[in-house]
């Protein structure tokens, strides 16, 4: 299993990167929510001049903020930086969108938008739609040495619905899955599964990133307790009282009682009682939290699970805890 850590675009992103790197992860994931983050290809590109081996990608880029070409520029800039570390991380841009009042991508112009990224940063002549035109497009100065083209990015899309999993099987190198839980992994995998051995491709030809917020201490209850909100933002906020498909998955794996009264108290505008609803064993599930013993029981849990790439949040309320928060992490890993 391999090991990524995901970071809030900002001036300190190349130094958790860099730090990151040194403890042997392999794989850095930036924010690109513009009402909470700094902006995710400078923070990138901040940490591409600090590294030399660690993969750097887009966790996740949000397409209806930023145009195909202007993406596919900035993915073109840094792979002159960081030559075979970048990665294509895209979703339909949910959360990021929610925060501006609008709505997320539809899977549709998602295929669409990754189709002309792709095919700008292979070098290719483009068709693309804009303004409600058709229109012919293409980096003009590939050989101008101030852009690198004519290079593939692996892609891995975020991706929670039925549909956007199975989008992710047919096109994707990998998933990038959020409020994941190992123990239930197949509410999670089938639909990914499913889309794959449709495109006559194996669960195993994807990297399954997956993960959670890592913090330890020996009060639980305290960890668990930080870990709350944000679960039931995730249960309430995301999506409509109709179609949430975070809350489907919940329900699935067992907590369908929960999962409809945080969502009922979300929407009515109580946070804080939806929060005090979350289960305590649904944050424990969904991260890595408590002492060493905990969390190495849950790293083991999610090689179990399949996944190929833990991808971790760590805590800490200053660079240097969070820092030494991903250095705990790595030695009891490396530990025997």
């Not at 639980?220 to 930080?226: D, H, Q, S, T, Y």
């Not at 945080?262 to 609803?277: I, S």
Request: include cysteine; proline fraction near 4%.
């Amino acid at each position: 299993m391999d090991f990524g850590v995901g970071i809030a675009s900002g001036v300190d992103g190349g130094k958790v990167a860099q730090r990151a790197e040194a403890l042997g992860f392999t794989h850095a994931w930036f924010y690109d929510t513009q009402m909470l983050c700094a902006d995710v290809f400078v923070s990138m590109a901040l940490a591409a001049v600090r590294t030399s081996r660690i993969r750097l990608g887009t966790g996740v880029l949000v397409p209806p903020n930023r145009i195909a070409p202007a993406a596919a520029n900035g993915f073109a800039t840094l792979l002159k930086l960081a030559p075979g570390r970048i990665d294509f991380g895209v979703g339909t841009g949910f959360t990021a969108r929610n925060t501006m009042g609008l709505p997320a991508m539809r899977l549709d112009d998602l295929r669409e938008y990754v189709r002309v990224v792709e095919g700008l940063l292979a070098g290719e002549t483009v068709q693309w739609q804009a303004d409600g035109a058709p229109r012919t497009i293409r980096f003009l100065d590939p050989g101008g040495g101030l852009l690198a083209v004519g290079r593939r990015i692996p892609l891995h899309v975020s991706a929670f619905g039925p549909r956007a999993r199975a989008l992710t099987a047919e096109v994707a190198d990998g998933w990038l899955g959020t409020s994941f839980m190992p123990d239930h992994a197949r509410v999670f995998l089938d639909h990914l599964e499913t889309g794959a051995r449709r495109a006559g491709r194996a669960l195993a030809d994807l990297d399954l990133q997956a993960g959670g917020a890592v913090a330890f201490g020996d009060d639980v209850e305290r960890l668990i307790a930080a870990r709350k909100p944000g679960l039931a933002f995730t249960l309430g906020a995301m999506g409509s009282r109709q179609h949430n498909f975070y809350n489907d998955a919940f329900r699935r794996a067992g907590y369908e009682d929960a999962a409809r009264e945080v969502q009922r108290l979300w929407l009515d505008g109580k946070r804080d009682e939806a929060a005090a609803r979350v289960p305590d064993e649904l944050a424990l599930k969904a991260n890595l939290l408590g002492t060493e013993a905990m969390v190495r029981e849950r790293l083991a849990v999610y090689r179990r699970a399949g996944v190929t790439t833990l991808r971790v949040e760590p805590a800490g309320s200053t660079l240097a805890a969070r820092l030494d928060t991903l250095g705990r992490l790595m030695a009891l890993i490396e530990r025997p």
